[in-house]
């Protein structure tokens, strides 16, 4: 129920002021258990997929949204639950990674559509980085479940980091056909074979986006880009701490 108001009071508004364009509907099924494997470029992707899918989508976040204190806090729990998003705790690397692979596996024992982003982490320059191969292939395989490639077009450029207001434009969903892993049934603990349904997925996505590919994880490239601007910073300081004493 409050999945369906929210739906409604956040789905509906955001369809009418940004006018998603859908292609591959028809791919989604009416009922039964299946993963959505999307890119990963915006905090709203989480926002409209499913407002644009008529069934509901769970994704996985993180659990400060839904143990911050306070009145802000109660409200952005309130919001996450309503949009069908379930908590795990990140602040142990292989904990987070078994209790999201649980909560896939419960959500599509129910018959479910899971939602995952296999990248791990939102792109940090547009482009599509390696899939983790420790959630949406063992949550695949472990439940035979088909995997449907979803590419997000455009929606980093609503609202790009330091922009308060968002741009009103039109994002686009590419959904792409059911992708069968059954030939793998059992293998769920293979390496290599994981890696091989991972590296699948993201090259449906790949065709789906027309995203250029980055062979390496997004969370090494974040901290790549961290580690150079904090050399940026730091060499600018130093230039003027020279200036000033050369001018002493």
């Known amino acids: 129920m409050l999945y369906g108001t929210m739906k409604v009071a956040i789905g509906g508004p955001l369809k009418v002021a940004f006018r998603p364009w859908v292609e591959g509907l028809e ?7 299946a993963i959505l494997a999307s890119n990963h470029l915006s905090f709203s992707d989480s926002f409209f997929l499913p407002a644009v899918l008529d069934r509901k989508v769970t994704f996985i976040a993180k659990a400060e949204y839904f143990t911050t204190p306070g009145v802000k806090g109660r409200l952005t729990a309130a919001f996450f639950k309503g949009v069908g ?6 602040s142990g690397a292989r904990g987070a990674g078994e209790a999201a692979i649980k909560s896939g596996i419960e959500v599509l024992e129910r018959g479910e559509l899971f939602g995952i982003y296999p990248e791990g982490t939102r792109s940090p320059d547009g482009r599509l980085y390696r899939g983790k191969p420790g959630g949406l292939a063992r949550v695949a395989l472990a439940t035979g479940a088909p995997v449907i490639p979803v590419a997000m077009i455009d929606t980093e450029k609503i609202q790009p980091p330091g922009q308060v207001m ?8 590419r959904i792409g056909k059911p992708l069968d892993f059954s030939r793998y049934h059992g ?3 293979d390496r290599f074979v994981l890696r091989a349904v991972t590296d699948e997925v993201m090259y449906e996505i790949m065709k789906l986006s027309g995203q250029e590919y980055v062979d390496m994880y997004a969370t090494a490239a974040k901290r790549q880009i961290a580690d150079a601007a ?14 000033k004493q050369a001018g002493s």
Do not use: C, F, W, Y
């Not at 791919?27 to 258990?33: K, Q, T």
């Not at 998003?85 to 990140?90: G, N, S």
């Not at 968002?166 to 969903?173: C, E, T, V």
């Open 187 to 189: 293998m769920e603990h």
């Open 166 to 173: 968002p741009k009103l434009m039109r994002p686009g969903i």
């Open 85 to 90: 998003q379930l908590p795990v705790d990140r």
């Open 27 to 33: 791919n989604i099924p009416p009922e039964g258990a």
């Open 230 to 243: 904090k050399a940026a910073k730091e060499a600018e300081k130093a230039e003027k701490a020279e200036k």
